[in-house]
């Protein structure tokens, strides 16, 4: 699996726009790249996951340049019920593999 | 909704006790994976199973062992327990071991070895 990497915390106010980025300069031609949420005390959820170009749904946005070799994921008007950990997984679809996670990104929404 | 049960919430069990957690889903998934998760650290897998009575080592297998006897059910063991393995422990199902297939989680089960 390509290795992540992303900034271990970010701090925003609320209803902020927030990008985290998280880079994955060894992606490989079919890997996909998947985001979870996870809030404390709970295990994580999906929140998002694409290919290349932008995916968007209700709860945010996917910003995956030509090069793939990084994405940003962006949560637009931050609350505080968004205060979580954010993590960045890739992987090619198909057969079995390991489903590894990093360490993520503590993202605090300040009042 | 897809709902993964942890037998758990919270389990206190002393030093070289065998421990047993037991993880439910209720989507008829192929795939089921264990992770322990320590501040600083992440989530770490320990096993994951693609099938009934299949298993494969993750990141960190030393010290647990599984059980898949069901497709639905999945058991991490503790042969004997130690203090490092004090952690919250995570189960997962996803449809395909594919990372473009979302994983589902349990809510975790912390254990406190003593």
């Known amino acids: 699996l390509a290795k992540t990497t992303q900034p271990i915390s970010m701090d925003s106010y609320e209803g902020q726009e927030v990008n985290i980025t998280c880079s994955h300069n060894?992606?490989?031609?079919?890997?996909?790249i998947t985001w979870y949420q996870q809030f404390p005390s709970q295990g994580p959820r999906f929140i998002i996951q694409g290919y290349k170009t932008k995916v968007t749904n209700e709860v945010a946005s996917l910003f995956i340049p030509a090069d793939r070799k990084s994405s940003t994921l962006s949560l637009p008007r931050v609350s505080l019920s968004d205060t979580a950990v954010y993590y960045c997984?890739?992987?090619?679809?198909?057969?079995?593999?390991?489903?590894?996670f990093g360490t993520g990104t503590k993202l605090q929404v300040i009042p | 909704d897809v709902k993964v049960t942890q037998s758990s919430r919270y389990l206190v069990k002393r030093t070289g006790e065998k421990v047993f957690l037991e993880c439910v889903q209720d989507m008829d998934h192929e795939n089921m994976f264990w992770y322990r998760q320590d501040p600083g650290l992440g989530l770490r897998l320990i096993y994951f199973s693609y099938d009934v009575k299949m298993k494969e080592k993750g990141d960190i297998p030393e010290g647990y062992s599984v059980s898949r006897e069901k497709k639905e059910r999945f058991s991490l063991i503790l042969e004997s327990a130690s203090t490092n393995q004090t952690s919250m422990y995570l189960c997962?199902?996803?449809?395909?071991?594919?990372?473009?297939?979302?994983?589902?989680f349990g809510q975790g089960t912390r254990l406190t070895v003593v």
């Open positions: 060894n992606i490989a031609t079919n890997d996909y």
């Open positions: 997984l890739v992987g090619t679809p198909g057969g079995y593999q390991k489903v590894t």
């Open positions: 997962a199902s996803s449809l395909t071991s594919a990372l473009n297939t979302e994983a589902f």
